[in-house]
């Protein structure tokens, strides 16, 4: 569904699961641009921790946009937002972006938020068509307005459109904070999940979200898997507590150093349990594998016994 002005008006709060993986990720961004930003926004915050997938989002809603700084790089120097004056001509930017956190390493917040005010106030005659701020919370209390868009990452994607009475970003970021590490734990998981079923079902699953869990879905046939034994073997990696270790864009090795959307170390991943029967899922035609983490993870496991004839199990 593309943007609808009178949908907007009456828009305060949408709530997505943040999917797991760059693609899901990027797909997400895609939608969420097509469904909510408008022309007419000036100011656009993005609020999430480190390692929550805000830059791999904001690609996605804006493809082709330079990030100013990323994981272990930074792209542009000086930093357009803060050399506006010297930017004139035809060939200026539409679109700046900047990372608060990272920002204000090198820069006092109320200056941050003086040229961010700047390239808001001089709109289309410099062409700045929209202000993409990572980590609006931080930069928030410097400024006198909220953003016209707010975007929160965390074990969902919040998408707001506040007016003078809200939500403001301190409400999206404290959500956001609290339900990251849930997400985390099940990305995780969800990797050694597959990392302990043989190579021709894991070929086969396709990845849905669930709250504090997540689900492999495997079309047509019920894969042959002993499930308890499956949980027995992935809670003894856990209890190891062997570290995650990132490859690249595409892959992880269990053991080493710190991929940013997983936990540091199998050991961080808390309360882990497998529904020990496959769900069939009629309208589709997959049979689920489901895990559940976090602190709750047992109370999920009893609602989803207490619902075994609406879930059908197999």
Known sequence: MSYSGRMQRSHILSTFYAPRGRNRIYDLGIQIAQMYLSPFDKLIGVIGDSGSGKSVLIRGRFPGLEVTNDDGRVNVRPLP??????????????????????????????????????????????????????????????????????????????????????????????????????????????????????PEERDRAEHDDIHHGFILAFPEYKPNLDLEDLERRMLAIIDQDVPIDYVDESHIAIGGKLPRTHVPSTG???????????????????????????????????????????????
Do not use: W
């Not at 930017?93 to 005010?117: K, N």
């Not at 106030?121 to 400024?143: A, C, N, S, T």
């Not at 589709?284 to 895990?291: E, F």
């Open 81 to 198: 937002l803060m050399d506006q004056d010297s930017e004139t001509g035809f060939f200026t930017p539409h679109t700046y972006h900047v990372d608060i956190r990272f920002e204000m390493g090198f820069t006092q917040p109320h200056e941050l938020a003086d040229a961010i005010m700047q390239a808001v106030h001089r709109g289309k005659r410099v062409v700045v068509e929209h202000l993409v701020v990572e980590h609006f919370d931080l930069i928030y209390p410097f400024l006198s307005t909220n953003a016209n868009l707010l975007i929160g990452v965390g074990e969902e994607i919040l998408v707001a459109r506040p007016n003078p009475f809200g939500p403001f970003p301190d409400s999206i970021s404290r959500r956001c904070q609290e339900s990251l590490k849930y997400r985390l734990m099940a990305h995780t998981a969800e990797d050694l999940c597959e990392f302990c079923i043989p």
């Open 268 to 314: 961080h991943v808390v309360g882990f349990h497998l529904v020990k029967r496959f769900l069939l899922d009629h309208f589709n035609k997959r049979y689920l594998l489901v895990g559940c983490v976090g602190e709750d993870s047992l109370e999920m496991m009893d609602r989803l016994s207490r619902m075994q004839t609406d879930l059908n199990f197999t």
